[in-house]
């Protein structure tokens, strides 16, 4: 974890935190997408891949704002 707010610390006096949120942001929204579409428009039985790209994808969704006050607040 510590490293990960070293990544955002550095990303923040760099002046970069915006690029590096909404690149993450998107990324989030690909996955969610990719997601959805495996889960609706695939005939698979395995519902894990899916189930998976849905997680990650609200992870990514919610995880640049949570890194970017972690670092502010350290």
Not at 39 to 50: R, S
């Amino acid at each position: 974890m510590e490293e990960a707010l070293e990544v955002v610390d550095v990303l923040a006096d760099s002046g970069l935190e915006g690029v590096f949120t909404w690149l993450l942001r998107l990324l989030g929204v690909v996955a969610v997408l990719a997601g959805l579409g495996l889960w609706l428009f695939t005939d698979a039985g395995i519902l894990v891949l899916p189930a998976l790209l849905l997680v990650v994808g609200v992870i990514l969704l919610v995880a640049p704002s949570v890194l970017l006050a972690l670092a502010e607040l350290a």
